[in-house]
C-alpha cells in the first residue's frame, strides 16, 4: 500500500531579488496607502514620521530578521519551525507545532478579510478601467449612497466602503474574482507564481506611485499639503497616543506575526542575506507609505480639507476630485492610482494565503495544487459569508490573533532556541559580522514590544 504521508518538496525563491519582492509585496498593502497617510494627517506631519521611523528601525533589525532566520533554518513554516525551535531548546517538538498554528490561523483569517477588501479594490479598479470613475468628475456616486455621505458615519475605511456596497447590492462577482486570481498566481507555485507576479507587481507599483508623487508636485493648491507633511509640533512628540499608534502602524505594516515572513524564509538558500533583506523590505515598504502620503495629503490640500481630519475616506473623497481636474490626463492617472493599489493588495493577499497552504503541504502531506484549491474555497466561502461584519472581522484577527503569532515567534527565537543556533541562523549567507547587539535587542526590546502590542491592541480597541 503506498504511504500517503510524504512531505511535499517545497519550491523556492530563485534569487534574493525575487525574495525581496515578493517579501515587499507582503508588506506593502491596503495599510499603506490609506491608513498610513491618514495617521499622518491626525498627527501631523513630522511629529507622526519620526517615532514611526524609530519603530521601523527596531523591528527591522529585530523582529524581521528573526521571522526570516527562523523559517529558513527550519526550513519550515511557522508549525514546523516552533516545533523545531522548541526541540532545539530541549523542550516538546509537539507542544511548538500547536502553538504554531495561532500565526497559521491568523494568516488564513486576514486572507479571508482580505478578499473582501479585494473585491472593493477590483471593482474600482475596474471602473478606473472603463472610465467610469473619470466620468463621475467632482460627484463620486456610483452604488447607493455616496462615499462621502457614508464616510462621516464609519470608523474606518473598510467600514465605509462596506456600508456604501451595502446600500447598492452585494459585492460576491469581485470577490470571487479578486479570489480566483489569487488562485492562479498561486498555483503556479513559490518561484514561478508568487516570486515572478512580484517581481512584476512591486516594480509598477512604485513607478505608478512616484509619477503620481510628481504629477502632486506641479498639481496648483497642493503647497499647503507638502507643508504640512513636513511640519513639527514639538509637544506632540510627548503624545503617548502619536508614538501608540505609529508602533502600531508600523508593527502592522512590516509585516510580523510569525507567519508569512517565516514561511517565506522557508524558501530561501543558504546565500541569501538576511539583514540585507530585512533593511531593504524595510525601506521598500516605509518608502510605499511616503510615496502615498505624498499623493494623499497635497490632495486634500487642494480640496481645501482641514489637513488634521485624518477620517476614513482620503483615498476615496479627496484624491478622486483631484485628479479627475487634472484635463486630459484624469482618467490615465486615476487607472494608475487603482491599478498600483491593487497590486499592493494582490501581493498581500498571496503572502497571507501562503502561510496556510505552506501548512497543508507541510504538516497533512498535501500537494501544491490541492492544498491551494483548499484554502482558496475555503476563504471565498467564508468571505462571502462574513461582508456585513468584515471591519469586526479583522479588527478580531488583527487585535487578537497577529500579535500572538509575533509574540510567540520571537519567544521561539529569542528565548527557547539555543543563542547559538539562533545567532548561526542569522549569519548564514552573510561574510560581516552581526551586531552585537541584535540578540539582546531582540529579547529585551522586540519581545515585550510583541507582548505590548497585544495589550494595547485589546485596551485601546486596535492599534494597527
Given amino acids: 500500500m503506498k504511504n500517503t504521508n510524504v512531505r511535499q518538496k517545497q519550491d523556492g525563491f530563485k534569487s534574493q531579488w525575487g525574495f525581496i519582492m515578493a517579501a515587499v509585496g507582503s508588506c506593502v498593502g491596503m495599510a499603506n496607502v490609506w491608513r498610513f497617510p491618514m495617521l499622518v494627517s491626525r498627527y501631523g506631519g513630522l511629529t507622526f514620521l519620526i517615532p514611526y521611523f524609530i519603530f521601523a528601525f527596531i523591528i527591522c533589525q529585530s523582529g524581521m ?3 526570516f532566520s527562523l523559517g529558513r533554518w527550519a526550513g519550515a513554516g511557522p508549525a514546523g519551525a516552533f516545533g523545531k525551535a522548541m526541540e532545539n531548546g530541549g523542550k516538546s517538538k509537539k507542544a511548538g507545532e500547536w502553538l504554531g498554528g495561532v500565526p497559521v490561523l491568523g494568516s488564513l483569517c486576514l486572507a479571508i478579510g482580505y478578499s473582501v477588501i479585494m473585491g472593493w479594490v477590483f471593482y474600482y479598479t475596474k471602473m478606473a478601467l472603463t472610465g467610469e470613475l473619470t466620468a463621475m468628475g467632482r460627484d463620486i456616486e456610483w452604488i447607493g449612497r455616496t462615499f462621502s455621505e457614508v464616510a462621516p458615519e464609519a470608523d474606518s475605511l473598510i467600514q465605509a466602503v462596506q456600508m456604501t456596497f451595502e446600500t447598492g447590492g452585494a459585492n460576491n462577482v469581485w470577490i470571487i474574482i479578486g479570489v480566483l ?3 492562479v498566481i498561486m498555483m503556479m507555485g513559490v518561484s514561478r507564481g508568487i516570486e515572478k507576479s512580484c517581481k512584476m507587481m512591486i516594480p509598477a ?8 508623487a510628481v504629477l502632486m508636485i506641479f498639481t496648483p493648491g497642493t503647497r499647503a499639503g507638502h507643508q504640512y507633511i513636513f511640519s513639527l509640533d514639538p509637544a506632540g512628540l510627548f503624545d503617548p ?8 502602524q508600523c508593527f502592522f505594516s512590516l509585516s510580523v506575526a510569525g507567519s508569512g515572513s517565516v514561511v517565506y524564509g522557508s524558501y530561501l538558500n543558504d546565500q541569501v542575506k538576511i539583514r540585507q533583506s530585512a533593511v531593504i523590505c524595510a525601506i521598500m515598504d516605509t518608502s510605499a507609505a511616503l510615496l502615498a502620503m505624498l499623493i494623499i495629503i497635497p490632495a486634500m490640500a487642494t480640496a481645501g480639507a482641514d489637513l ?4 476614513p475616506g482620503l483615498m476615496f473623497i479627496y484624491v478622486l476630485p483631484v485628479f479627475n481636474s487634472m484635463g486630459p490626463m484624469a482618467r490615465l492617472i486615476v487607472i494608475f492610482f487603482y491599478v498600483a493599489i491593487l497590486f499592493a493588495g494582490l501581493s498581500s493577499v498571496i503572502n497571507l494565503f501562503e502561510t496556510p497552504i505552506n501548512f497543508l503541504q507541510e504538516q497533512l502531506y498535501m500537494k501544491r495544487w490541492t492544498a491551494t484549491a483548499a484554502i482558496h474555497g475555503i476563504g471565498l466561502m467564508i468571505a462571502l459569508m462574513i461582508q456585513p461584519w468584515t471591519s469586526q472581522w479583522m479588527d478580531t484577527v488583527s487585535i487578537y490573533i497577529l500579535p500572538l503569532g509575533a509574540l510567540t515567534a520571537g519567544i521561539m527565537y529569542f528565548w527557547v532556541m539555543k543563542k547559538d543556533t539562533a545567532l548561526e541562523a542569522v549569519q548564514l549567507g552573510s561574510d560581516k559580522p552581526l551586531m552585537k547587539w541584535f540578540y539582546p535587542f531582540g529579547r529585551y526590546v522586540f519581545v515585550p514590544l510583541c507582548a505590548l502590542c497585544f495589550i494595547l491592541g485589546i485596551a485601546w480597541g486596535g492599534i494597527g
Avoid at 241 to 248: C, K, S, T
Wanted: aromatic share 20%.
Fill in 181 to 183: 486570481v489569487s488562485l
Fill in 241 to 248: 497616543q502619536v508614538w501608540v499608534y505609529a508602533f502600531g
Fill in 65 to 67: 530578521m528573526e521571522e
Fill in 205 to 212: 507599483l512604485y513607478a505608478l506611485f512616484i509619477i503620481l
Fill in 308 to 311: 488634521g481630519d485624518g477620517g
